[in-house]
């Protein structure tokens, strides 16, 4: 399986996650407390279905954000194989020893893993033309509602408006994260397509 069908995979598989957001899941296993934690998954919601499905669409944001950042991260990886003349990561002469014929993947791997996301976004759209810029834009949304959720408990930020309203608890539904899952399939297959090799 290669990296682009393994993230397809993983954000389908998400899709049994968000159908357990559902109003009659919920209803079903509301007085559950199988771990014995003492409260009921009622009460760990303060008794509001909103809550409880809120919780699983924007867990299921973050796992699959998680998916994308390390796919988006491999194509880079992938593109500086085929293009070493773009990759500006610095090594010790003992590395390049030691790395050989390997040293051209080595480098790539380590530039792509310590690109921050918004830079590998900035070094997409520089040296990846043609993938759309309305699929680019949803990639960097879905990132900054994710940075809210991990980063600002939740609460929208100016970066967000007016998707969501800021200052106030971001609230996603089953069909929006599916919603983003979709477009964020559009982009990485664009962006796989860009990245093979080209055969001449």
């Known amino acids: 399986m290669n990296d682009y069908d393994y993230l397809i995979n993983q954000l389908n598989l998400l899709i049994g996650f968000l159908d357990v957001s559902e109003q009659d899941v919920y209803d079903q296993i509301k007085h559950h407390d ?3 934690l003492g409260q009921t998954i009622e009460q760990l919601y303060d008794n509001r279905y909103e809550n409880y499905s809120n919780h699983i669409s924007t867990s ?4 699959g954000f998680a998916h994308i950042e ?3 991260t491999k ?3 992938r593109f500086l194989v085929s293009h070493p003349h773009k990759n500006d990561k610095k090594v010790a002469l003992r590395i390049i020893k030691e790395k050989g014929d390997d040293l051209i993947t080595y480098l790539a791997v380590e530039q792509s893993r310590e690109l921050k996301f918004s830079d590998k976004i900035k070094f997409i759209e520089k040296n990846i033309p043609g993938i759309s810029l309305e699929l680019i834009s949803n990639i960097k949304l ?3 509602v994710r940075n809210c959720i ?4 939740g609460i929208a930020d100016s970066r967000i ?7 106030q608890k971001i609230t996603l539904t089953a069909w929006e994260v599916n ?3 979709v477009k964020a399939r559009k982009f990485a297959t664009e962006l796989w397509e860009k990245v093979q090799p080209r055969v001449i």
């Open 142 to 144: 879905m990132n900054d």
């Open 34 to 36: 199988q771990f014995g």
């Open 161 to 167: 408006v007016p998707k969501y309203i800021e200052g």
């Open 60 to 63: 299921a944001t973050l796992l």
């Open 70 to 72: 390390d796919f988006i």
């Open 179 to 181: 919603e983003y899952g």
């Open 75 to 77: 194509c880079i990886a």
């Open 150 to 153: 991990m980063h600002n408990n």
